[in-house]
């Protein structure tokens, strides 16, 4: 068992950063593949980007292109969404979500979700 917790959410108007944090606990976490997915209302779950424990790091590209940075603390068991220049369409919760071995964008390859944090941004 992995159990994550993500924190870090909040509201912030359009331009501003956030950054959400998600920590692991339970199996060794460097052995899992770490993604970001959010889920704006009435929406389905999007893939935001992944990191292997290597730091090797893949995005959703279409829609956070240059704007959100992954990044994972081993010695932590943390993995880190940093999250600039926020756009109202932004607005969705937050989950990470751990799988063994490679990366993936797909929702369904993953094993383990967070209960995920809640991120709003106003126009």
């Known amino acids: 068992q992995v159990q994550l917790v993500e924190s870090g959410g909040g509201l912030v108007q359009a331009g501003d950063s956030l950054r959400l944090f998600c920590a692991a606990s339970g199996r060794t976490f460097s052995n899992y593949a770490m993604g970001w997915f959010r889920q704006a209302p009435w929406k389905g779950r999007e893939f935001v980007g992944a990191i292997v424990f290597s730091g090797i790091t893949t995005y959703n590209s279409d829609s956070v292109k240059g704007r959100f940075t992954i990044s994972r603390n081993n010695a932590k068991n943390t993995v880190y969404l940093q999250m600039n220049n926020l756009k109202p369409e932004d607005t969705a919760i937050y989950y990470c979500?751990?799988?063994?071995?490679?990366?993936?964008?797909?929702?369904?390859?993953?094993?383990?979700w967070g209960q995920g944090t809640q991120v709003t941004v106003s126009s």
């Open positions: 979500a751990a799988r063994w071995g490679i990366s993936s964008r797909s929702k369904d390859e993953y094993t383990y």
